[in-house]
Every structure is written in structure tokens, then in C-alpha cells.
Nanobody
Framework: QVQLVESGGGLAQPGGSLRLSCAAS????????MSWARQAPGKGLEWVSG????????YYADSVKGRFTISRDNAKNTLYLQMNSLKPEDTALYYC???????????????????WGQGTQVTVSS
């Protein structure tokens, strides 16, 4: 069965960095676009970044553009999110998600994603 397991969250100071990982199994990882989304306390789910199946195209929400970098290692079935210049407003539960469409384009519409991990908490505070 499809499994997505995030790791790498924790506490970081403003201006600091964290690297999230998402280990995928149960499907052909290299055939699907993947995304990261987050949910801050008291707020809805927000799409953060996405990457095409072969890693050739990446996309970012305006709120993280220039600070976050998404990547993937298809040989290791792993998705990454490098987060730099962290801000307190980046505090959230971060999820990785699998696109429902094989070789689909990256979209910010969260309804297009059919499997989600359990999330990893990122807290940015001094």
C-alpha cells in the first residue's frame, strides 16, 4: 500500500534552516509529481511547493519562493524540502502528498493529491 513518511521537522530559530524528507513506498515514485503542503495552527491547508515526476520542474507558493527548495531522489524514493531563512509564520505541520495522476503536471489544487503522509511539525521561534 502507498505510504508517505515525513521526517526532519523540529524547532528552528528565525533565519535558521531545516530539511524535511518524505520516504515513499508502495507505488512507482518516479511516475508521480509530488508536493509539500502545510497547516498552521488555526488555519487551513496550504500548498507550499511541488515537483514534477522526473524533477525537471519545480513550483513554489509566493510565501516561500526564494527561501525553500524542493527536490527528489527517485533512486531513493525520497522527496525533500530544504527550508532556509525560516520565519515564525512558517510554523506549521508539513505534509508530503502524492499526485493522483501518473505523469501529471504539478498543481496547487490539493484535491488532486490522493495520498498524504502523517506530517512533521516545524516550529520557528526564538
Amino acid at each position: 500500500q502507498v505510504q508517505l513518511v515525513e521526517s526532519g521537522g523540529g524547532l528552528a530559530q528565525p533565519g535558521g534552516s531545516l530539511r524535511l524528507s518524505c520516504a515513499a513506498s508502495g507505488f512507482t515514485f518516479s511516475s508521480y509529481a509530488m508536493s509539500w503542503a502545510r497547516q498552521a495552527p488555526g488555519k487551513g491547508l496550504e500548498w507550499v511547493s511541488g515537483i514534477y515526476s522526473d524533477g525537471s520542474d519545480t513550483y513554489y507558493a509566493d510565501s516561500v519562493k526564494g527561501r525553500f527548495t524542493i527536490s527528489r531522489d527517485n533512486a531513493k524514493n525520497t522527496l525533500y524540502l530544504q527550508m532556509n531563512s525560516l520565519k515564525p509564520e512558517d510554523t506549521a505541520l508539513y505534509y508530503c502528498a502524492k499526485d493522483a495522476r501518473q505523469y501529471g503536471a504539478v498543481v496547487a489544487d490539493l484535491y488532486e493529491y490522493d495520498y498524504w503522509g502523517q506530517g512533521t511539525q516545524v516550529t520557528v521561534s526564538s
